[in-house]
Antibody, heavy 119, light 106 residues
């Protein structure tokens, strides 16, 4: 059974760095065609793909945010991390991590973690 | 970026057939996928690669299309299908999602 769960700080101030963790089970990030992605959703709005890390440690970033994003993984502990630097209020929303098949689609999602950027 | 255009909202009666469209600003081949999101929940994959039904998803859901025009069909619609439906393309970089179609039942 594939499960994912996100964790984060909840609230942070503008200009700080947002650090998110995705803890997963039921699959190996070292397996062929497997990846984990991050997608966010401002409250009441649509979905925005941020980044994906693949089984070969290949990293894909959304170019609109690439300069602020860093995705990494700890395969032995089944975790994926995302850092977003210099946050502002526009980064407020729910952040999801999801299992990616072949970097095509997201077939298992975590419940999301809410992040609020406020001074 | 590839822009995916969806109708903002639809209202249908239970038992009817509904089609939700997604038009891409450029070809995405068949790398189009559909998700259902209910309030307060994470998105759920329904259809992948344009027409493949995800395991465990009722056969009432189907997908079609290629290139720039895609359709998600629900037939018949049930009360539990009240949700927002998103399309996502992964042919062009970066992956993009449509703005979502909110399906309401009369």
């Amino acid at each position: 059974q594939v499960t994912l769960k996100e964790s984060g700080p909840g609230i942070l101030q503008p200009s700080q760095t947002l650090s998110l963790t995705c803890s997963f089970s039921g699959f190996l990030l070292s397996a062929s065609s497997v990846g984990v992605g991050w997608i966010r959703q401002p409250s009441g709005k649509g979905l925005e793909w941020l980044a994906t890390i693949g089984w070969e440690d290949v990293k894909h970033y959304n170019p609109s945010l690439k300069s602020r994003l860093t995705i990494s993984k700890d395969t032995s502990n089944n975790q994926v991390f995302l850092k977003i630097t210099s946050v502002d209020t526009a980064d407020t929303g729910t952040y999801y991590c999801a299992h990616s098949y072949n970097n095509w689609y997201f077939d298992f999602w975590g419940p999301g973690t809410m992040v609020t950027v406020s001074s | 970026d590839t822009v995916l255009t969806q109708s903002p909202a639809l209202a249908v009666s239970p038992g009817e057939r509904v089609t939700i469209s997604c038009r891409a600003s450029e070809s995405v081949s068949t790398l189009m996928h559909w998700y259902q999101q209910k309030p307060g929940q994470q998105p759920k994959l329904l259809i992948y690669l344009a027409s493949h039904l995800e395991s465990g998803v009722p056969a009432r859901f189907s997908g079609s299309g290629s290139g720039t025009d895609f359709t998600l069909t629900i037939d018949p619609v049930e009360a539990d299908d009240t949700a927002t439906y998103y399309c996502q393309q992964s042919w062009n970089d970066p992956d993009t999602f449509g703005a979502g179609t909110k399906l309401e039942l009369k």
